[in-house]
């Protein structure tokens, strides 16, 4: 198999914190753990991020193979969307730099403020960008910001100009696959990579006189402090 350097970005969550501590992600749990995965066949893989605090120099280890970057400090809070814009396409231009000298066989972004910082970098240098948006236009459906001073119109404008834009778009399920084609993503840049079980997966037949088994379903992040149990169940 063909080792490829592999950049993760990840603007707002950074998976150098423990599983379990202080502030603390699921999201860059999971971050962390495909990080590792990757590294474990061979890639080498750089995490782009945001530094939190000054204690953090630009380059941290996470385990062999992987290395955090961090882009900038940041990302603005409580200000104007102009702010907030105005930051995340100064982390666009520094990642840009930094490619120009560490460029990436391909760029895999997490969540619409990576795509957007990703995007103009990948665009020029020509890498392939994929984008994982894990949640699409949630700050519209509550109504109001996403917290960062970014109107829900504004996020759901930069979420489109993102997907259309990106080499490869992964749906997590079925119903974010048809808000892609509604946003005008190019049916043939989307895969469809369920994450946590997707409802619309076809069930298992049942063999005609054979009583169906009871089943417990349980609600949970699949990171390990969220963990059920040490050990799997036999029947």
Known sequence: ????????VSERISPLLPPGGAGADPWGVRIAALSRALARRGHQVTVHTRREGTRLGEHV???????????????????????????????????ADYWIHHPPTIAHAHFWTSGLVALPGAHYLGIPLVQTFHALGGSAVRGHDDGRGVSASGRIAIETAVGRQADRVLASGHDELGVLRAMGVAEERIRLVPQDGDRSAPRRPQAPGRRPRSRAAALTELVYREALGTRTARP
């Not at 198999?1 to 993760?8: C, D, G, K, N, V």
């Open 61 to 95: 280890p996470l385990c062999p193979g992987v290395l955090v970057h961090h882009v900038g400090e940041g990302p603005a809070r409580g200000t104007s969307e102009e702010d907030v814009l105005r930051h995340l396409a100064a982390l666009g231009e520094r990642l």
């Open 1 to 8: 198999m063909t080792s490829l350097h592999i950049a993760l």
